[in-house]
């Protein structure tokens, strides 16, 4: 397959880049290289991607309009994954026009570009941050999401309603990947293993929100990847029995599907953190702090639908996957 995937200097993305061109697909590569964190480690990243033939690197901003429309006339792809974003619930409050410009108006413009190309089927990132203010665990794709807590939640949402559009006008396949808390090596240095990491080797003290309390659905990266092949795959569908007298949130009578992509097992961060001492060696010096605005106290994925239609099963408990990670960031960092 010739596949478009956008996002490859970024953590998903270049992981998934490497299993796709493994197992011989064509693909072609898209990346602006934005400075919200270290570029260097964008730069490395992509560095893995370079002794593939069948691997095209491209840099463009997905909200520049005309350079979409070209990039897909020129290579024609058959599938379409979009994991470019602007990503971060904190930062979507300092500036948030920052995510109207990626997660809006560069998503339409993927969306577009899919419709006029007729692409065979359209996988795009969503995030666990749209279930918002919702309480009941675990969430469920099957649930309301209509009270996003942060600008970042409120953009992936709208990008699941927008996909319905095209769906449903155009008869485009889409489906809407809710990511629950992704970790593992080549991570994000903005996320809080990596965070934790870099603060407890140096010494220095780590800020631990809402006192350590809430619980997060910490799901490795191959596990994360596995999800998307195989939802990649397997082009969305219409349920021929959804009723609008009754509508189901995750389906629809066109051909769309919404799914959440998590490890079933939340973990709280405290015990997170303790696991991750145990690995460095270290004991880190702890600042308890209140819930920030925007985050959610829990994320808890219900994983049925996914498992039902695609044979996803999570295998990689925190104790493995940290010690992964930990044994990466020494190996990179030389510490």
């Known amino acids: 397959m010739r596949i478009l995937l956008t996002g490859t200097a970024g953590f998903i993305g270049n992981h998934l880049a490497i299993r796709l061109l493994e197992r011989g697909d064509e693909v072609i590569g898209v990346d602006n290289l934005n400075d919200y964190y270290d570029v260097n480690l964008k730069l490395d990243r992509l560095a893995r991607l370079k002794d593939y033939s069948a691997y095209t690197d491209v840099r463009l901003d997905i909200a520049d309009r005309a350079g979409v429309d070209a990039l897909f006339k020129r290579y024609q792809p058959q599938k379409v994954v ?19 410009d990626s997660n809006i108006v560069g998503f339409m413009n993927i969306l577009e570009a899919s419709r006029q190309q007729q692409v065979e089927h359209l ?41 319905h559009t095209y769906s449903h006008l155009h008869a485009l396949p889409t489906t809407g990947l809710r990511f629950f808390t992704v970790y593992g090596p080549w991570g994000r240095p903005d996320m809080a293993l990596f965070s934790f990491t870099r603060a407890i080797l140096a010494g220095e003290s780590i800020k631990v929100f809402n006192f350590g309390k809430h619980r997060r659905d910490f799901t490795y990266i191959d596990d994360i ?11 969305a569908q219409p349920n021929l029995a959804w009723s609008g007298l ?28 303790e696991t991750l001492e145990h690995y460095l060696g270290k004991t880190a010096e702890k600042i308890l702090l209140p819930l920030q605005p925007g985050d959610v106290v829990d994320t808890y994925a219900d994983v049925e639908q996914l498992i039902a239609d695609v044979g996803y099963q999570p295998s990689t408990p925190i104790e493995q996957g940290i010690e992964r990670f930990v044994a990466w960031y020494r190996d990179y960092y030389k510490v």
Not at 124 to 134: E, I, L, M, T
Not at 135 to 145: A, K, L, T
Not at 225 to 235: A, K, Q, S
């Open 82 to 100: 979009n994991l470019a974003a602007q990503a971060g619930v904190r930062y979507s409050i300092e500036n948030p026009y920052a995510y109207i």
């Open 123 to 163: 996988v795009y990132a969503s995030s666990s941050s749209v279930y918002g203010a919702n309480e009941s665990m675990p969430f469920s794709v099957h649930d309301n999401v209509d009270h996003p807590l942060s600008l970042y939640a409120a953009t992936k949402k709208a990008n699941e309603l927008m996909a």
């Open 225 to 235: 990847v596995e999800g998307v092949i195989r939802t990649l795959d397997h082009n």
């Open 246 to 273: 009754q509508p189901d949130a995750a389906t629809s009578l066109a051909p769309w599907r919404i799914y959440n992509i998590g490890n079933q097992q939340p973990v709280e961060l405290l015990t997170y953190i």
